[in-house]
């Protein structure tokens, strides 16, 4: 237990650190509330000199001038004044280091993540992995003030109050005074865990009663479609009615809180007043030491009570802290030095295994890719084709097994290096908000001109849809979605007819053309990988014939290659294939 | 599909706010009695507070020569708490408010056309009913409060009585005057800081959720650091927003502050000028004023927040009336809807700019089955909602037989379609109650038993039962069985026509191929569009419209269309 606390506390420091605190504001933050807490004691120690020592006012005037009672006016005005200003000061910087900070934060996390591996990537569902770097960095930001600049400050105030009402030189002041820490963390405790609890059970009840009625919102289509509306406004207002009674519910419960909260505090208000008063009587302290006593201990009780909270905030950062932790602290794909001189050469697959979870993608795969040959992968899906590409870009490292290019296990290349030598093109080619510009370029090491992007729009089919939504400049959208299915794919095409790379790795990139642009642009491929070592997926049997070695996976297996004339007479699987694209 | 939201701030401001408070209590009962009884006893608790007051600053100044202030004190304070506690009878009575406002929502929500409503997503119309809602009662709060604050200053008046308020009267009204004033700039500024920090925080959230989804891509391309600097500049245009959030907090802390900086003033200054002149020559009535002050300054806090709970809740109030001004539906209006070809006439479909239908030309034959088929994003599932008339053509015609479909009134349109989709939508409730959602008369035993057996939920039924509760969403069943309810309640309803979007996707292949099978052959007759990915279910249509790219690559009877068709092909077993 104790090692989980240290790490938790470790871990939280380090995100911090490395994320370079704003050492310049916290100080200043720092500054201005130790001078909220200092003047605030000064003006409790001071506030009971404007009373008269004496009971009879009119003539013990504790032979105080004018003058003095001016100074003494001007003096509390001043502190009182420094200690508002002061607070309002705190209130800004504060603002501005957690800014700060959670930008800091941000940054250190982004640079990190977008350089994982992978496999690291893919276990974290994206959206957790948006709240991480979003709203984890802001709640690991917000602490650090607590932290540095007001934790010190209350402190400053709980144990200042208490050396001030030492002075006045009567013990049992100091020790009724010491009493109220314990006191106000016990009554702090226990009022926040009656609330809590009470106000656990209804915020419970009213999510389930906002489920279905979130339900009924969802399916309001249903509803129409079934035309069902007068029954659904009934069981609306019945659910409605539901809802109603937890809300009085929580009314209730608000306000029974408040009152809990309300009288809780009497008690320590009675250890200040009771011991001072009874020795007030007797005459052991003047009204005026009273009045003074009675601002110190209340100022005192307000730093303690603005403790508790902290805990709770500070368990929230620390949680924040360790998620982001979690994703970030591992290893990126770069950490390691690669060789960055690539052997160009074949790509040997050799005894190659990889498993996802439980599911075996390759089962001891082996074949070569010759250089400058064509080679077409088919199989039905999930048969392990996508994950041999996978494989050789690297995303993935194999279970067991090696893969080599030139000779040379691909795990000892640096990886952009490595990359920089492929042109890869999926799928569903994504395309970036941005221009299209931006989307021909975004493989690209050196920019093209206009006319060079042009060509490669046409040689894709393209240009023509392209010049009619705006040109060049025309922005795709989120995702590409001001796109169709079929032009951002084209674009994607053309995009790697701008590229220059030895290997070229295509998975089914024709799926959404239709006919005629799928036989335009498949001659226009086969241009461009003229020479070039291609290695692809496709499902168009003029593509696969043509291929120099055709690779057939069953399964994760790979079942038979060699090349059409081939396999059509040796491989029943090759067959139903083929049949089955006909 | 992006989705822009009807409740855009510029339309919904322009409702004015008298006329919105109007519309917002038109044909909803206000609890007066509870929000009176409510109000009398808050004044009430104000009232024994203020009295407390003389005790208060009495034991302050240490002027108390018992502990008889102390114990009353503490005392009244306790009974205090209690009738403060009653004050929730006021609370309840406002709950009932809202629980108004909300049924009066509710039913007019049903009303609004399901193109309005599909344009505002689901999330939004939610959050209108649960707590914009809640701004209903906020004029009746806001009135409460300020009848509060003016009782506790009237019964602070005895106290305040005491001290010379000619000194001290001015300078506190100019005060309250100039705190107001902050608060009022500072409410005008959290509208504009808040939003634009949500804003930046949005577009993070959008530019991590693009590049997320494509991390795989974003490696092969080496484009590592284009992202991160992409993101760093909106990380820092995020830092700029929270910026300027702390310059809007630093004038919050002012407004608060300001009270009490001038209460400051008033009770040092005003001694120090009065000292001076000799009318003041002892300062307990200044100490007493100053312990009173931390009193009134609580009191004339509430005040000074009202700027920003006004604001809040005229935004609040606006969203509410906005929905109730939206147009309903109309049901009745067009004429009956008789058995037809449906047909699409050079129909064009645009979502913002990208062309999802592209001059298309499919006729749909009356009581035939045809599937629809194509790759992902060719249009399909754009034509299923032209056919719910949820959209309509931007170009083009859509005809039952010879009349347009949108001479045909909604009422007989939805009596004669339905829809079963991926999405099972399914309500909380039994399975039975879920199959015989949308049967308008008697449902025999036979034939519920056939619709079950054809869904094939024969299993589901005699291991769970019918009566089995099938939770919110039917979240208690798997996405298949889900899926089986939906298509046995489109069975039991029994429409003409049938349209099947996706409807077995969270089905095994080999659970998919039975079902569909049996569905078809049980619906033989009526006229089904079935989306088909599958050669299996393709097998049973009379016709097929093959879809790519939002282009009508080929339409006609199957055998026609199998055998030439290289997307037909490509289609896996």
């Given at each position: 237990m104790k090692n989980e606390k240290t790490k938790v506390w470790k871990n939280y420091f380090q995100l911090l650190f490395r994320s370079k605190l704003p050492v310049g504001l916290l100080i200043t933050g720092l500054v201005f509330a130790l001078v909220e807490s200092l003047a605030t004691l000064f003006f409790d120690k001071n506030i009971g000199s404007i009373i008269p020592e004496g009971d009879d006012v009119l003539i013990d005037y504790s032979g105080m001038t004018v003058e003095e009672l001016v100074r003494i006016c001007a003096l509390l005005l001043a502190l009182g004044l420094a200690a508002l200003l002061a607070k309002v000061i705190v209130t800004y910087v504060s603002g501005l280091i957690t800014a700060k900070v959670n930008r800091n934060i941000q940054n250190y996390a982004v640079k990190k993540v977008f350089r994982l591996k992978t496999a690291q990537l893919e276990e974290n569902d994206s959206r957790e992995l948006i709240t991480r770097l979003t709203d984890d960095t802001a709640k690991s930001s917000e602490f650090v003030v607590e932290l540095f600049v007001k934790e010190l400050a209350r402190i400053v105030v709980a144990v200042g109050a208490i050396v001030m009402i030492a002075r006045f030189g009567v013990p049992t002041l100091v020790w009724s005074q010491i009493f109220q820490i314990p006191l106000i963390f016990a009554v702090s405790l226990l009022a926040g865990y009656i609330t809590f609890k009470n106000r656990n059970k209804v915020q419970k009840k009213l999510a389930e009663v906002t489920a279905r009625i979130a339900e009924k919102v969802d399916n309001i289509e249903t509803i129409k479609s079934f035309r069902n509306e007068e029954l659904e406004i009934e069981r609306g207002n019945a659910l409605l009615d539901e809802y109603d009674k937890v809300k009085k519910e929580a009314a209730r419960v608000n306000k029974f809180n408040t009152l809990v909260d309300q009288i809780t505090w009497i008690i320590p208000l009675a250890v200040i007043i009771i011991p001072a008063s009874l020795i007030m009587f007797k005459g052991g302290i003047t009204p005026a030491i009273f009045m003074s006593y009675f601002a110190l201990a209340n100022s005192c009780n307000t730093a303690l009570k603005d403790q508790v909270p902290v805990w709770i905030k500070l368990k929230e950062a620390q949680g924040a802290s360790l998620r982001l932790s979690s994703v970030i602290c591992t290893e990126l794909e770069n950490e390691a030095a690669g060789e960055t001189d690539i052997a160009k050469g074949d790509i040997v697959f050799d005894g190659v295994s990889v498993s996802y979870g439980e599911n075996?993608?390759?089962?001891n795969v082996s074949f070569t890719l010759k250089k400058g040959g064509k080679t077409a992968m088919v199989g039905?899906?999930?048969?392990?084709k996508s994950t041999v590409l996978n494989l050789i870009e690297k995303f993935y490292e194999p279970d067991c097994g090696t893969i080599t290019l030139g000779s040379r296990d691909i795990r000892d290349y640096d990886y952009l290096s490595y990359r920089s030598c492929f042109s890869y093109l999926p799928q569903n080619a994504p395309a970036f908000e941005g221009t299209v510009r931006e989307a021909l370029e975004y493989s690209s090491d050196a920019p093209h001109s206009d006319e060079e992007l042009c060509d490669a729009l046409k040689r894709a089919c393209v240009l023509e849809d392209i010049e009619a939504l705006g040109g060049l400049d025309y922005r795709v959208g989120y995702n590409g979605e001001k796109l169709s299915g079929g032009q951002r794919q084209k674009l994607g095409i053309a995009r790697l007819l701008l590229s220059d790379t030895e290997y070229v790795l295509l998975d089914e990139v024709t799926s959404a053309l239709d006919a005629e642009s799928t036989k335009a642009v498949s001659a226009e491929i086969d241009r461009f990988t003229e020479g070039k070592t291609v290695v692809i997926v496709s499902h168009d049997m003029e593509t696969v014939e043509n291929a120099d070695s055709i690779l057939v996976f069953d399964q994760g297996r790979l079942v038979a290659q060699g090349t059409h004339k081939e396999l059509v007479s040796s491989c029943d699987l090759y067959k139903t294939l083929v049949k089955e694209a006909k | 599909m992006k989705k822009q939201s009807l409740f855009n701030d510029s339309s919904v401001n322009e409702i004015k706010t008298k006329n919105s408070l109007r519309s917002l209590y038109k044909g909803v009962k206000i609890p007066w009695g509870g929000i009176l009884l409510g109000l009398i006893v808050s004044m009430l608790a104000m009232l024994l507070l203020a009295t407390q007051a003389e005790n208060v600053s009495l034991m302050q100044t240490g002027q108390h020569k018992d502990l008889n202030p102390f114990f009353a004190y503490t005392l009244l304070y306790i009974i205090d708490c209690a009738v403060f506690y009653l004050s929730v009878i006021g609370d309840k009575a406002l709950v009932t408010l809202n629980t108004r406002v909300r049924k009066k929502m509710w039913a007019k929500i049903l009303k609004i056309s399901a193109r309005d409503l599909e344009k505002e997503n689901p999330a939004s119309l939610l959050s209108r009913i649960t707590?914009?809602?809640?701004?209903?009662?906020m004029p009746f709060t806001i009135l409460t409060t300020v009848f509060s604050v003016v009782t506790f200053l009237l019964g602070l008046a005895g106290e305040l009585k005491k001290m010379d308020l000619s000194a001290y009267g001015p300078i506190v009204g100019i005060a309250v005057l100039l705190a107001l004033i902050v608060a009022i700039i500072s409410v005008r500024m959290v509208f504009v800081v808040s939003t634009a920090k949500q804003s930046k925080i949005a577009n993070l959230t959008k530019y991590y959720s693009e590049q997320l989804g494509s991390t795989k891509f974003i490696k092969a391309s080496r484009g590592e650091e284009r992202t991160v600097d992409k993101a760093l500049g909106l990380i820092e245009e995020r830092y700029g927003a929270e910026r300027n959030y702390a310059v809007y907090q630093l004038v919050n802390a002012l407004s608060a502050s300001i009270l009490q900086l001038a209460l400051f003033g008033a009770t040092f200054a005003a001694a120090i000028v009065l000292l001076k002149s000799g009318a003041l020559r002892d300062l307990t009535g200044t100490a007493r004023f100053y312990s009173n002050f931390s009193l009134i300054c609580g009191g004339l806090m509430n005040i000074v927040v009202l700027p920003q709970v006004i604001a809040e809740t005229i935004g609040g109030t606006k969203k509410i009336s906005y929905v109730n001004s939206m147009e309903s539906e109309n049901l009745e209006e067009g004429e009956e809807f008789a058995k037809s070809d449906i047909a699409f006439k050079g129909v064009s479909f645009l979502y913002d700019d990208k062309?999802?239908?592209?001059n298309a030309d499919m006729t749909f034959e009356a009581g035939k089955i045809t599937a629809l088929v194509g790759p992902n994003g060719s249009g399909k599932s754009t034509v299923v909602k032209l056919f719910s008339r949820l959209y309509k053509a931007e170009s083009g015609d859509i005809l039952a037989g010879d009349r347009p479909a949108s001479d045909i009134s909604l009422k007989s349109w939805r009596e004669n379609f339905s829809v079963v989709s991926q999405n099972a939508s399914l309500f909380s409730g039994t399975v039975k109650d879920n199959i015989l959602y949308g049967a308008k008369t008697e449902v025999s035993e036979d034939e519920l038993l056939q619709a079950i057996e054809v869904a094939g939920l024969s299993e589901l039924v005699s291991e769970k039962g019918l009566d089995y509760e099938i939770g919110v969403?039917?979240?208690?069943?798997s996405g298949g069985e889900q899926q089986r309810v939906a298509i046995a309640r489109a069975l039991i309803a029994d429409k003409d026509y049938l349209i099947l979007d996706e409807a077995t996707a969270n089905l095994d292949t080999k659970t998919e191929a039975e079902v569909i099978g049996k569905l078809l052959e049980t619906v033989k007759g009526k006229t089904v569009i079935v989306i088909a990915h599958t050669m299996d279910v393709v097998e049973h249509a009379d016709n097929i419209i093959v879809l790519r790219d939002g282009k009508v690559e080929a339409a006609g009877p199957r055998e026609q269309i199998v055998s030439g068709n290289s997307f037909m092909k490509a289609m896996e077993d």
């Open positions: 075996k993608a390759l089962d039905l899906s999930g048969s392990g | 707590t914009d809602s809640e701004y209903a009662s062309r999802t239908i592209d969403k039917g979240g208690k069943l």
